[in-house]
């Protein structure tokens, strides 16, 4: 069991403190450089909703006030920050005054569960098809299908989620186009609800694992390549162990434990590929959230998903590091 | 293998050993040559489409709604003309003129955004690897901050504040997320470059440091590097096309991602006008399955151990 030397706990906590703070310093800067006034923004929706509004400079003004864009910036980014560390992104202006935080905390666990579901599958699927690739007993038909099948693994989840709802949604009508559970039920643990959200989340699910499987698959056989000539496979071999003893037990077990540092580097890419999805099939997550957001141009929303999947990564990548080294015994973090 | 020596050839062997003969050099590569293929299609499509077919119906309103491609009826029992070989859009645009317009926009983000990229990460990987100490320090946290930070979010917050931008401006935005990981790519190849003989050797000779860089480490990273470009193209096109479907990114040029953006919000999919956002979906498939190809052959290219595999 490798321990963590400290030096390399404080890189990591530095890098993620500097990603956050990063992250969130962009996405507060951006809004300031940009001509658009959401006081402004705000006093045309109650134009839209009231045919006319008297008084609007007032109107304006208090607005401003509400939304603390009167102060001066360095006071309003102070404020931002130390509200976004405890969640707090303010007022939905589109969904007035619901706060942010909980339109978010509604649509996190749509997310996190379709992001964990579809992730262990692939996980799984990918790592066991990429060392059937290279192992020598596998069917043929295994080796000619999975390349056939990785070509489909460059095309981002958006693209198979359409083509998927357009066949069992739309045509065959198997699976229902949109939403995360039906508008019969009622939410809550009861058979029905559950019953319902599978039946919704199937299609979404299955629109990412049939993409990304190919990515650990690809790197799975990378890794194999380097184990099937090592010494302990050879070993084994000539012990005169089950070939299937030998591929579960000696080749993935060594040759898997790198993948999960490449989930590190891929988990970005993932959740932004979810988010699209999550528009297609205006599943209940942040996805859905954050283009309603767009539509209405709600600010303070976009800001606070933006903030909290960029927050969701950064958090996935420091605790793969944390771990990798406990799981993997052979890697030693250089004292520096 | 050795007691085959002597052994009859059998047809699969042959294959693969005129296989072998044939693309010795490692360049030619079918994944390589067919990945390569399918990305010139698209441009040429884009360029003699343009001399082909008129560009002009691309404009809305320039021919009837909703028409099926040839062959095809739509629910209004329409049948399809060769007018509109592939049918029209929700608002009267020829799709074929769509596609010979939009399709190279989308690959021409795509490779603008990460031919800058790939500069910074050239510049910065070199940098890093050959000055070390604080520069090292600062490019390498820079870049393991900026890795992490998913592009597609970022540039929603952008565009949503900012409204409509342009191509061009699309591709410099996203190029601002995709110079990390060519950087660390180059730096750790650089580093472990500077420890090799042929380096040293000519540090010892007294050439300078920018011969060092680009004659004699240049040629060794070009493997890497094209197949960091390729995948930073990929990178590229997936957020360029996220933002559209989003209806962010260019409001009024023809791009595949907008097309289908359209289309999911006139209800496409529920009233059968697969052709809306199929052809395109299908276009930009091709041109993920080739920028793939190109990445596998690269792979295969710079690794001789893949090689013997498949």
Redesign the interface.
């Given at each position: 069991m490798g321990r963590i030397p400290r030096s390399y706990l404080i890189n990591r906590l530095t890098t993620l403190i500097l990603t956050i703070l990063i992250a969130a310093t962009i996405i507060w800067i951006i809004p300031r450089l940009s001509p658009v006034d959401p006081a402004e923004i705000a006093l045309g929706r109650m134009a839209a909703g009231a045919g006319s509004v008297a008084n609007s400079e007032e109107i304006l003004a208090q607005l401003r006030a509400n939304m603390g864009i009167d102060e001066p910036f360095l006071i309003q980014y102070f404020r931002y920050i130390s509200g976004a560390l405890v969640f707090d992104f303010g007022l939905s202006t589109a969904a007035f005054p619901t706060p942010v935080s909980t339109l978010i905390l509604n649509a996190l666990p749509w997310t996190l569960g379709l992001m964990i579901l579809s992730l262990i599958i692939t996980f799984v699927i990918g790592n066991l098809l990429g060392a059937l690739m290279v192992w020598d007993r596998s069917p043929k038909l295994v080796r000619v299908a999975i390349p056939a099948a990785m070509v489909f693994t460059s095309i981002p989840p958006i693209l198979s989620g359409l083509l998927l709802m357009w066949v069992f949604a739309a045509k065959l009508q198997w699976f229902p186009l949109t939403g995360a559970y039906s508008i019969f039920v009622e939410p809550g643990w009861n058979w029905a609800f559950v019953q319902s959200v599978l039946h919704h989340g199937f299609l979404p699910a299955l629109s990412i694992v049939v993409v990304t499987f190919g990515f650990w698959a690809l790197g799975m056989r990378g890794l194999m390549i380097g184990v099937q000539g090592e010494d302990y496979v050879k070993l084994a071999e000539a012990k005169g162990l089950r070939p299937r003893y030998i591929l579960y037990r000696y080749m993935i077990r060594n040759a898997i434990l790198p993948q999960i540092t490449a989930f590190a580097l891929k988990i970005g890419l993932l959740i932004a590929g979810q988010v699209l999805v999550e528009r297609i099939f205006a599943y209940n997550g942040m996805g859905k959230l954050l283009y309603d957001a767009i539509l209405n141009q709600d600010f303070p929303v976009i800001q606070g998903v933006s903030f909290v999947i960029i927050l969701i990564t950064a958090l996935s990548v420091f605790l793969v590091d944390l771990v990798y080294p406990f799981i993997d015994p052979r890697i030693r973090h250089e004292v520096a | 293998m050795t007691s085959q020596d002597n052994m009859p050839m059998t047809r699969a062997e042959k294959r693969q050993a005129k296989r072998i003969k044939r693309f010795d050099n490692p360049w030619m590569n079918p994944k390589l040559i067919w990945g390569a293929a399918l990305l010139l299609g698209i441009i040429a499509m884009g360029i003699i489409g343009r001399f082909v077919w008129d560009p002009d119906l691309v404009f809305t309103g320039s021919s009837m709604l909703r028409l099926p491609p040839v062959g095809f009826e739509n629910l209004r029992g329409q049948a399809g003309t060769m007018a509109n070989p592939l049918g029209t859009d929700g608002g009267g645009r020829d799709l074929l003129a769509l596609i010979i317009i939009g399709a190279p926009n989308t690959l021409f983000v795509g490779l603008l955004a990460s031919l800058i990229g790939m500069s910074i990460g050239i510049f910065l990987g070199f940098s890093a690897g050959f000055l070390g100490g604080r520069t090292d320090d600062v490019i390498r946290?820079s870049a393991?901050?900026?890795?992490?930070?998913?592009?597609?979010?970022?540039l929603?917050?952008?565009q949503?504040?900012?409204?409509d931008v342009s191509l061009t401006m699309m591709a410099l935005l996203i190029a601002g997320f995709v110079w990390q990981?060519p950087t660390r790519l180059i730096r750790a190849q650089v580093l472990s470059m500077k420890q090799s003989g042929y380096v040293q050797m000519a540090q010892l000779s007294g050439a300078s440091t920018s011969h060092i860089m680009f004659r004699e480490m240049m040629p060794n990273l070009v493997p890497y590097l094209f197949g960091s470009f390729i995948a930073s193209v990929?990178?590229s096109i997936?957020?360029a096309?996220?933002l559209e479907?989003?209806?962010?990114g260019p409001q009024r040029i023809p791009t595949l991602g907008r097309t289908?953006y359209e289309a999911?919000n006139a209800g496409a999919?529920?009233q059968?006008l697969?052709w809306w956002?199929?052809i395109p979906?299908l276009l930009?498939?091709v041109i993920?399955?080739g920028?793939?190809?190109i990445?596998l052959g690269l792979d295969e290219v710079s690794?001789p151990?893949?090689r013997k595999?498949?």
């Open positions: - | 946290v393991d901050v900026m890795i992490t930070i998913p592009p597609l979010l970022i929603v917050v952008f949503s504040a900012f409204g990981s990929t990178t997936v957020t096309v996220g479907v989003l209806g962010l289908i999911i999919l529920i059968n697969w956002w199929g979906t930009l498939a993920f399955i920028l793939l190809l990445n690794n151990r893949l595999l498949s």
